[in-house]
């Protein structure tokens, strides 16, 4: 069974946000198509945010969860999700299948700093 909330962190890497997640075989794993915009709203409180931040996310509402990304459509075998508060779009690629066995519905989500 896969945890209810997955945990990936995120960084700046050439200019855009990337990951590495040994676990499921993903390095340098690039967001792209609106995605990085919705990671520089998210982390603009976190100080240091370029050199990493804790990213946490379930397909379920958790406590203190910082926003809600809902499903709009498929594509190019990735999928498009709207963050309605701020009006935009992102499109996650297939790498979301290495933490979700279907397109969840909505996406909850939450930055946290790495430095306390």
Not at 29 to 42: H, K, N, R, T, Y
Request: aromatic share 18%; hydrophobic share 40%; proline share 6%.
């Amino acid at each position: 069974m896969a945890n209810a909330i997955m945990v990936i962190f995120p960084y700046r890497y050439q200019q855009t946000w990337v990951f590495d997640d040994e676990t499921v075989g993903l390095f340098k794993e690039p967001f792209v198509s609106g995605i990085p915009e919705m990671l520089d709203i998210l982390v603009k409180d976190i100080s240091h945010h370029n050199a990493g931040f804790r990213l946490l996310f379930s397909a379920t509402a958790f406590p203190k969860f910082q926003t809600e990304l809902i499903w709009i459509k498929e594509e190019f075998g990735g999928h498009w999700y709207c963050w309605q508060q701020q009006n935009l779009e992102g499109w996650l690629c297939p790498a979301l299948f290495k933490y979700f066995t279907e397109p969840p519905q909505k996406i909850s989500c939450k930055a946290e700093s790495l430095y306390t």
